[in-house]
């Protein structure tokens, strides 16, 4: 026991380690991140909600999330690379537990180091380098599929525990259905019928903020899908500009997803299937129990080719490559012999993704120091209703500015959302591209606010950061 208590922190302290090296001059500070930032920092203000991270096709994601980020924050005073620690926290811990459920089956050695090629797979990296809803249900979903896979009894505590998970991770991204249907499909091999109700049962109840939010707010959600049709958006792929089609024809659709798959798994799912196939010849544990681990990657693979014909987005392939790398894994230490165990994280290094250690063109520093200089200059004050936009690139592609609006918050200033810019007397416009003619923003938020009040701009300057003053 003493053995695996001191394997199980040296696995997880040195995935930490790697997780987190560099991680703040390196992170992806995207839309999604400043978005996370300034709605979990919307909580620790007291602003509680309901709703999660938007979706696509006008779905959003349950507040889990949201909640599950915000003790970090919470503790490091609103610190905006707190969530990335979480996220490199979580992982780093499913890749202990990981080998502490190898360990129960197989030799010590050849469990950490299974656990550890897990843990040094393309996907496992680059998503615990890169917080965000869409990735951090990984290490969560990791841990039940070992449970799934491993068990042969379950409880009635454990199958409640392993629907409220699934629900959990569903409410994070929907997406995450294309792996946890299979493995519940698994699931439901092993146990009764009444066991299945009751999963079901904890997997709906997860759902309930969601539907407390519908309730209160006339079912505005579930009409923009029906009556609105919002999820043409996601059909016709039309919502994010240059966005990547399947298609129609499954063949072509898979080869397409092909290409990302291996870029995530470190090779093709064609021949992951074909080596699952091979190992499990060599495999000295129950034959059965790996063919069903088989199907539940199969069946994955075949769901997310099915259903990604429409959009492709790279995070949608998540669950899938996840279910590869943990089959890979557990087939490979399942044959016991040292030499194909050895093979697995030389095959993942081979295929590390060294671009995520990059340092970062955008920095947490740039958008506090500009927030900075409009409070210390008074060029906002706390009594006037004011809102953010910001420019990013030369595409003209104009975000919200969450990046700002999370460092006002901290500061004590309270922007109005981005639904309330016909509300606001003062809007401050961050360019991160340098001086900008902004009298050519052609954004829906712009004519909102009024673009007829452009021609009073006035500027001002950081070191990396232009901004612009507009007063009705």
Do not use: C
């Amino acid at each position: 026991m003493k053995t695996k208590i001191i394997t199980f922190l040296l696995v997880t302290f040195v995935s930490f380690i790697l997780y987190w090296y560099k991680l703040p001059d390196s992170l992806t500070i995207n839309t999604d991140y400043g978005k996370d930032l300034y709605n979990i920092a919307k909580l620790f203000r007291g602003n509680f909600t309901l709703l999660g991270p938007a979706l696509s096709a006008g779905i959003f994601a349950g507040p889990y999330y949201y909640y599950l980020m915000l003790p970090s924050l919470v503790i490091s005073s609103l610190n905006p690379y707190s969530i990335a620690l979480t996220g490199s926290i979580l992982f780093s811990a499913s890749v202990g537990i990981l080998y502490l459920i190898f360990a129960k089956k197989y030799g010590h050695w050849q469990s950490a180091i299974s656990a550890f090629s897990l843990g040094i797979s393309p996907l496992f990296v680059m998503a615990a380098r890169e917080p965000a809803n869409g990735l951090m249900y990984l290490p969560i979903m990791l841990i039940i599929m070992g449970i799934i896979h491993f068990k042969t009894t379950f409880s009635e505590l454990t199958v409640s525990m392993l629907g409220f998970l699934v629900g959990i991770i569903l409410n994070f991204d929907t997406v995450s259905i294309l792996g946890l249907l299979p493995l519940s499909i698994y699931l439901f091999s092993k146990i009764k019928f009444p066991k299945i109700l009751l999963f079901i049962f904890f997997v709906a109840i997860t759902y309930l903020p969601l539907i407390v939010f519908e309730v209160k707010n006339d079912f505005v959600i579930t009409k923009g899908i029906f009556i609105n049709k919002n999820y043409q958006t996601f059909v016709k792929n039309d919502n994010v500009e240059g966005a990547i089609s399947g298609t129609s024809n499954l063949t072509k659709n898979y080869s397409l997803i092909s290409n990302r798959v291996s870029k995530q798994v470190g090779m093709t799912p064609l021949l992951v299937i074909m080596l699952l196939v091979i190992m499990n010849l060599f495999s000295k544990s129950s034959t059965s129990n790996k063919f069903g681990l088989i199907l539940t990657t199969a069946g994955s693979l075949l769901l997310t080719v099915v259903i990604i014909r429409f959009k492709l987005e790279f995070h949608y392939l998540f669950p899938v490559s996840l279910l590869m790398i943990f089959s890979l894994t557990e087939l490979t230490v399942s044959t016991g012999k040292i030499w194909i165990i050895a093979l697995l994280p030389i095959v993942f290094l081979s295929n590390f993704p060294t671009e995520r250690y990059k340092t970062s063109t955008r920095t947490f520093s740039a958008f506090e120091n500009a927030v900075n200089l409009t409070i210390e200059q008074n060029l906002v004050k706390k009594n006037t209703p004011f809102n953010v936009l910001a420019i990013t690139d030369k595409h003209l592609y104009v975000p919200i500015g969450n990046e700002y609006r999370f460092f006002y918050l901290k500061r004590g200033f309270a922007p109005l959302d981005e639904y309330h810019y016909p509300d606001s007397k003062l809007l401050l416009i961050f360019s991160e591209i340098g001086d900008y003619d902004i009298s050519t923003i052609g954004a829906w938020e712009l004519d909102q606010f009024g673009k007829k009040y452009l021609t009073v701009a006035k500027k001002y300057s950081t070191d990396q950061v232009v901004v612009y003053k507009v007063e009705k």
